[in-house]
Every structure is written in C-alpha cells, then in structure tokens.
C-alpha cells in the first residue's frame, strides 16, 4: 500500500510539471523525461534494499534540478510556504524574535522591541536548547523553528542557554508585525529621513505614514534610505514611486516569454509630492524592487542616487501553486525601468557550471534619462555620486561571513550593563585593538579559505602517518598565516568598526538605534545632507548642466 501510495505522489508530481511545460514545442522530450523519472522512482522505492524517504529524495531532486537555473527560482515546501507568507505580508503569529542556525546551535540574532520575546527577556546570543518538549538538536532539518510560531495568545516554554547558565522562559505568541520602516526622523530643520529595509505589504502605508509625519514637522528635503534592501513585492516598489512621480508614469516594465506576463506598470494615483528635493541612497545590497524605485527615480531624473553600485538583479519572479500545500516561484521575466534599461549582472542564461558570467563585463548598452542623462544597463543601477570604500579583502571577507563579530558583541553586551546614546556612541581604535586580541584568543569561527584548506591537507597528511617530522614547520606556518590575516583586517578597519557599532548598538538601542547611530557618523548620509544643501549642486546633477 505504501509502495502504492509513494507511486501516486510522484506520478501526480510528473503530472503537475508536464502541466506546467505543456506549451513548450518539445513537449514529447519533456513527457519522456517525466515518465522516466517516475519509473526510476517506483523501482527505488519498491527494490532499493534499506528502507528511503520519498519526501526527501523527491525535495533532493527538485533543488538539484534548479540548482542548475537561477537562485531565484525555488520550491518551497508547507513549512517554505508560511515564510513567503511572512515575507510578503509582514506579520505572524509568534514570540517577536528571529533565530539563526550556526554550528548546528539556534542563536537568537534579532529582538523585536516591544514584543512578547522582548518584555520576557529573551537577548540577542542566547541559544535555545528546547521548545517546549522539543530538544533543537532531535529535531531534523532546523525546522524546529517552526514550533516557535503559532496561535496568537498560546504560550511556548522555552530553554535557552546563555553564557553558562541554564534558562527557562515563558514566552506568550502574538501578532507580529514586521516593521518595513525601521526609523525615521528630522536630521536638520528642513532634511527629513526614512531607512526602509524591505517592500511587504506593509510598505506603501508606512512609508506614507513617515513622509506625513515628518513634513508636519517641516520636511521640505527627504532621504530615502534603501540600502541594505533586498526588494520584494514588484506592485510596491511602483506605489512607493508614485509618491513622487506624475500619475500616468512608467515605472517599470515587464517582458516575459508569456505575452499575458508582459506589463507596463504605471503609477496609478496623484504623487504626495513633486518638488520635494529627493536623495535615494543604494548599495551592493539594494537589489530588485529596490533597484526599480532608484532605477526609475533615476530615469526620470526626480532623485540624485548616492552610494554603491547596486546588486544587479533585473529577474521578476511569480509563485506558482503545486500540490500539497506547496508552492514553486519561477523566474518568469526580465524588468526594464523608463529608459529601457535591464540591469541584470549575472547572465545565468549562458553559466558554465558554477561559473557564472557578468553582463557588466561585456558590452553595456547606453540610454538616456528624461533629461539628457547617460545611464547604462548590466550590472546594477550606478549611482549619480558614488561613495568610494575600501575594497574588502579575502580575510575581510571571512570575518564577516564568521561568527566572529556577532560572538564579541554578546560578549561585550553582558561586560557592559550600559552604553552611551546611539548618536554618541563610537567603537575607537583602542575599542578595535581590543576586538583583535579577541580574536587572537577566543574565537575559532574566523578562518580564511587558506587556513581551512591548510589544516584540512595537514589533517589528511596525519591520517596517513605523513607528519612525523613535520608538526613543527606547520605549527609555525599557520601562525605565519594568522599573523597575515589579522594584518590584511587592518586594511579594512572602517568597515570592521562599522560592523561593530551596529551589532554592538543593535543589543542595548533595537534596529531603530542602529539609523540613530547612522544619521550622526555614516558617510552616505552626511554626503546626501550635503547635496540637499546645496541646491545649485542637487540641480547640477539632475538637469545634466
């Protein structure tokens, strides 16, 4: 019956696919692929000699199968399916807290301010051992996070481990919101300031709600902070534009292989305001939706965009229903802002394996903005003044992909019972030298690819009886490469520092601490202040004078 029963799930999945790809003119091909596969599935499942997972085989086969497309396009199963919910609404049932695997440990790495995980003590570092009857290290495939949501007003008993002590928490679930608009507020008289992490649902409303709020008390000058924003929803990218647009103006067009997926998307309503003096502010991190507010901004020469080159992502994706509760989110088209311009950096249509190559590269086409202006497509929307950093090195790098960083801040949050105001508070040179000797004696997740594959060749050669007389020249040559490594970090302190000041901020101050912090010392933001000042300069740049 089983057997059976595991047959059917996967012929209905053939099904669903062949549906899928029904319009494609090799459709015989892509039949006989499917029927293959299901006869192959029902002869491993009935003969295969150890007892297998059909779920799990089937969900191995589905990534692999995109693996080969783009990142973008993905299968969510039931427990996927609430997170896209999450991501696209904005709200859930649970205690207020985001959590994060690392080293097979669940860290809390976020507090909602004000929230149930918040009023109940929960801190940023603490590690949950078990969910109510659940230990995180039985549960399989992380999704113990899962047993932290759940009907609003039902508790969850928690254990969590916190420096070297054992503790039990009562946590009641309730509605969260997540908050698309972390902070705004006046910086001068006249220079109003919005960080916006995110385009949910939420995202229009809020955002309206700050440029409101802050022209009641005076704006005649906005910053629209984006940075750091992975996009989202396409439909509020093109409302949030309209805030400052004609009603009746592209903003972002559409061109898929269906002719029905092919849009114009205009603004739809009269803008909030026309003249206000705009500054967008990007970086490699403000992709998609984001890339379409600035691009769009940008063309229609109502913003002067100020920072790094954006992320490159030109793909629109849609979810598709699948059976069972679950859903597929395919890349369907490519979008293109007023110009005509798509700024996609990876061409994945021509990736060789894991190589991957850059429109940015090649030939980048040149198109002109409303009034006049050169601006190109391939890689990213480049900004009008461009903030120059420093380039991370390698070891850079793996020091902020590590845990590293997150592990000292904990450290520092439970040395110190307090810190300044976020607007005055600074993490110095003596505050970095301090943060290397932490690193020299108290961490172990910051290695470089060099140092891993060094001690992996030196592990394999002990295997094999191969390091007898030379335990002390590797001794001393991985103490040569650390030595580098901490001298490479140096090259890059500014960028470290900054890390630190806002994870560090993040635990006393919330999200909201951090843009506090920003306002005061962050170059983008005293550059943008800057160019609002001076008129003659904002009109310069936007009128190509």
């Known amino acids: 019956m089983k057997n059976i029963k595991n047959t059917i799930i996967a012929l209905s999945l053939g099904i669903s696919i062949s549906v899928l790809f029904a319009f494609k003119s090799d459709f015989f091909e892509v039949a006989k692929q499917i029927e293959i596969y299901t006869t192959l599935f029902k002869e491993l499942n009935m003969y295969y000699i150890d007892e297998i997972n059909p779920a799990t085989l089937t969900d191995n086969a589905i990534k692999k199968m995109l693996s080969d497309l783009d990142p973008y396009t993905r299968f969510y199963d039931e427990q996927g399916v609430e997170e896209v919910k999450i991501n696209s609404l904005g709200e859930y049932s649970g205690i207020g807290a985001q959590s994060k695997f690392y080293d097979d440990k669940l860290i809390i790495v976020e507090i909602y301010k004000g929230f149930s995980a918040d009023e109940a003590g929960l801190k940023v570092g603490d590690e949950i051992i078990k969910i109510d009857d659940v230990f995180v290290e039985n549960y399989p495939n992380g999704q113990v996070t899962t047993l932290l949501k759940g009907s609003a007003n039902s508790t969850v008993n928690i254990v969590v481990k916190r420096q070297d002590k054992s503790l039990n928490l009562s946590i009641v679930r309730e509605k969260v919101t997540v908050n698309p608009v972390p902070h705004y507020q006046m910086i001068t008289a006249e220079i109003g300031y919005i960080a916006f992490i995110r385009f949910n649902s939420k995202a229009t409303p809020q955002i309206k709600n700050a440029i409101v709020d802050l022209k009641s008390q005076g704006m005649k000058k906005l910053i629209l902070d984006i940075r750091g924003n992975p996009g989202g929803l396409l439909n509020e990218a093109v409302s949030i534009t309209n805030f400052f647009v004609p009603k009746n103006e592209i903003v972002v067009t559409t061109k898929a292989k269906l002719k029905k997926w092919s849009e114009t998307y205009k603004t739809k309503k009269e803008p909030m305001d026309l003249e206000i003096p705009l500054v967008v502010l990007i970086d490699k991190n403000s992709a998609s939706a984001s890339e379409i507010v600035a691009g769009s901004l940008q063309d229609l020469d109502r913003a002067v965009i100020v920072g790094e080159r954006s992320f490159g992502k030109g793909l629109v994706q849609r979810y598709r229903n699948l059976s069972y509760g679950t859903k597929f989110k395919l890349t369907i088209s490519k979008y293109y802002t007023p110009s005509g311009r798509n700024i996609q950096e990876l061409d994945y249509t021509n990736r060789q394996g894991s ?191």
């Open 355 to 545: 190589k991957i190559p850059k429109f940015s590269d090649t030939e980048r086409h040149s198109f002109k903005t409303k009034n006049g202006r050169t601006v190109y497509d391939g890689g990213g929307i480049q900004p009008d003044v461009k903030i120059e950093k420093t380039k991370e090195t390698s070891s850079t790098m793996a020091l902020l992909n590590s845990q590293a960083i997150f592990n000292y801040a904990t450290d520092f949050y439970f040395d110190n019972d307090s810190i300044v105001s976020p607007e005055i508070f600074e993490f110095n040179d003596i505050d970095y030298q301090d943060f290397i000797s932490y690193l020299k004696t108290n961490d172990s997740t910051f290695k470089t690819l060099s140092e891993k594959k060094f001690e992996s060749a030196f592990k394999t050669a002990k295997e094999e009886n191969l390091t007898n007389s030379t335990e002390n020249d590797y001794q001393k040559l991985l103490i040569q490469i650390k030595s580098e490594k901490m001298n490479e970090l140096s090259k890059n302190k500014e960028i470290i520092k900054n890390n630190i000041t806002d994870e560090i901020i993040n635990r006393y101050y919330y999200k909201k601490g951090e843009y506090q912090n920003h306002i005061v010392h962050n170059q983008s933001i005293l550059k943008a202040v800057n160019i609002l000042n001076d008129t003659n300069q904002y009109n310069h740049i936007l009128k190509n004078e």
